[in-house]
């Protein structure tokens, strides 16, 4: 059952597709005092949900902040990052999902002021609260996933290997990338090109120095198999004679500053306009300059940039200059020395910033800071009711950086700049299913971490765990250690490792396509399945993937192996230099070894599964071979 609570919400977000009318009753299960949200928690409570925030599947025992940010340098202590998801389930003497469909900075302290204490705090008190019951906790996500609408579902060959970095620069350094995973055998589906593609970092053009005959050059790779995804930046290059840039600023499609001129940011291109996609002229008219690209061919884009991410704006950087001026030539203290420091460190996506433009909404004028958590949502929504209508025949790839509850079904979304750690590894196995409960089935980490240095067995292990990710994206930064899975010398390894994944595709694309349609998750914490078996309460590192499988990844350097809570008797299915072998495994807590290289997961029946191909064209998704019957 839902129930709605309205609290005179200045804007429609977007995110419920339901009509619900609300209650006049007080909010249950909470109580509400000076704007603040409150809940007591019983002891034994565990708190799911908030998407694609840091730490546990359990999210009790820490602050979380909604506010879309660029946070390449995230870790256990970050409280907001790319994506804004309000949505939260409690499992303990109560049991229920409560979803704030708030547009902009909203606080979840969850036991972190108070051990037992869940409140939260709106910027202010205008916004609906959505209380969602049912006697499961699979149940309570299903009613609040036909609350917000399906999810996007992408192309099967959505679902193969994708290789991506930022640093591939021309089309020679693209048929490069094929050419080396055909040499190894490793079966690729989609190169992706980042922003060096582009003419001056200009949205919807193309480098003709780098690519001279770009359409023919998408054909030929499309002819060898390959899908070219490119990227698409928020901001717009302002730029005289750049028709995007004179389009935009003559027809008032660009957000604007207190005055009501067009605001101007710096990011990739330098001096830029943000598209007002709150605007629904806007909207149409960005979407619709995607047909530079299909027109060539392509069917598939990454859209980035759109929390949105600001280096500076012209006024803040400015007065950073004006302030460093009064330092020159004086002795600085310790504190001046960091102040003047932190000078430049601080300007990128500030405060100041964000509350210095404006959004022409059909409601009304808004500062961005009240509607800030919206902006990459309606980027994506721009394009998918754009790629509709210039692609009508078949799904486009479509994922985002930025999101909010919504755009789930619009697109698909990866999880950001995370890095070749170790503990970002897990950080993405636990962000799953938090994702999944707010609609994003479509999603995935940066396979191997996109800042800094990735190891050989990072690279195995990550992969090793993203054979299940929908969205498998091999991407890593500019000036980093390459990390394709033919970087390491070796080959052998990462191409038994991918292969699996295409000998998995039809299970994994029919769990998807199910969970999709009938509002399901497709990555579940154990508990989901195991509600009354209280250890699996507490398994962090675990998930179950469609209705059949478990998961137990390595995501520690230097183990060959771990162990598994196997929370009923199934079946151990082990992939070792490119053979599968199957083996009963029983009910209770197991050590596994898991060699480098070698996959291990788990069945609770029948499992079938593809025989290898090269891309997802030559999937023989008919004849299939059945493990573990
Ligand atoms: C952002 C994106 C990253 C991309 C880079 C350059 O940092 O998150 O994926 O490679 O910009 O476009």
New binding site residues.
């Given amino acids: 059952m839902i129930q709605k609570f309205s609290y005179n919400p200045k804007i429609n977000t977007g995110a419920v597709v339901q009509k619900i009318d609300a209650s006049n009753a007080p909010i249950s299960f909470f109580t509400l005092s000076d704007g603040v949200f409150s809940y007591r928690m019983s002891d034994a409570a565990c708190v799911y949900g908030l998407g694609e925030a840091m730490r546990g599947m359990n999210k009790r025992g820490w602050i979380y902040e909604s506010w879309c940010t660029?946070q390449?340098n995230h870790n256990e202590d970050t409280r907001s990052l790319y994506g804004a998801h309000n949505f939260l389930l409690i499992d303990g003497d109560d049991r229920f999902g409560v979803f704030f469909d708030y547009p902009t900075r909203i606080t979840f302290d969850i036991g972190y002021t108070d051990p037992s204490l869940l409140t939260v705090k709106p910027a202010d008190l205008s916004l609906d609260v959505y209380i969602v019951t049912g006697d499961s906790l699979k149940g309570i996500v299903r009613e609040f996933r036909a609350l917000i609408g399906k999810s996007y579902i992408p192309p099967l060959w959505g679902f193969g290997y994708g290789q991506?970095?930022?640093g591939y620069v021309t089309e020679k350094d693209i048929a490069a990338v094929a050419d080396q995973h055909e040499a190894a055998g490793i079966p690729l589906d989609m190169i992706y090109l980042?922003?060096d593609y582009m003419d001056s970092f200009k949205d919807f053009t193309v480098n003709r120095e780098r690519y001279p005959d770009f359409k023919g050059f998408i054909e030929k790779m499309r002819a060898r198999g390959y899908h070219m995804i490119p990227?698409i930046?928020a901001a717009v290059k302002k730029e005289e004679g750049y028709p995007v840039y004179d389009e935009g600023h003559e027809k008032g499609y660009f957000c604007t500053n207190e005055n009501g001129d067009d605001f101007v940011v710096g990011v990739?291109p330098g001096m830029s306009c943000l598209p007002d996609f709150l605007n629904p002229a806007a909207s149409e008219w960005f979407g619709a300059q995607y047909r530079a690209l299909t027109d060539a061919g392509v069917d598939g884009f990454?859209n980035?940039?759109n929390e949105p991410?600001l280096f500076y704006s012209e006024g803040s950087l400015n007065a950073a200059f004006d302030k460093i001026k009064t330092h020159e030539g004086k002795t600085l203290s310790a504190l001046s020395f960091f102040d003047t420091r932190d000078v430049f460190n601080h300007l990128a996506n500030s405060k100041e910033d964000y509350d210095s433009f404006y959004h022409n909404a059909p409601e009304g004028r808004f500062c961005h800071a009240d509607v800030h958590n919206l902006y990459g949502y309606k980027m994506t929504e721009s394009a998918a009711n754009a790629l509709k209508e210039l692609r009508p025949d078949e799904p486009t790839l479509l994922f985002s950086?930025a999101s909010y509850i919504g755009a789930h079904r619009c697109g698909g979304i990866?999880t950001?700049?995370n890095h070749s750690r170790w503990c970002h590894l897990l950080q993405s196995i636990r962000q799953m299913p938090g994702l999944n409960m707010c609609g994003f089935l479509y999603s995935g980490s940066?396979i191997g971490g996109?800042g800094g240095d990735c190891t050989r067995d990072l690279l195995i292990r990550w992969l090793s765990f993203a054979i299940f990710t929908p969205l498998m994206r091999n991407?890593?930064?500019?000036f980093t250690r390459d990390q394709e899975a033919t970087a390491f010398g070796d080959t052998e390894v990462f191409r038994h490792i991918i292969t699996l994944r295409y000998c998995l595709i039809p299970y994994l694309y029919g769990a998807f396509v199910k969970a999709a349609e009938n509002n399901e998750m497709f990555f579940r914490p154990l508990c989901f399945d195991y509600e009354d078996d209280p250890a699996a309460r507490e398994i962090e590192d675990q998930l179950m993937v469609g209705d059949r499988l478990m998961i137990a990844p390595v995501y520690l350097q230097n183990t060959t192996g771990r162990n598994v809570y196997l929370p009923e008797d199934m079946t151990l299915v082990r992939m070792s230099g490119g053979e599968i072998t199957t083996e009963p495994v029983m009910k209770g807590r197991r050590y596994f070894e898991v060699p480098l290289g070698d996959v291990v997961f788990f069945t609770k029946g029948a499992l079938p599964l593809a025989e290898p191909a090269k891309n997802t064209a030559e999937l023989d998704m008919e004849h299939l071979t059945y493990i573990a019957d």
């Fill in positions: 660029d390449p991506s970095r930022w980042d922003i990227i930046d990739w990454w980035d940039m991410a950086r990866w950001g700049d940066d996109f991407h890593s930064a500019i």
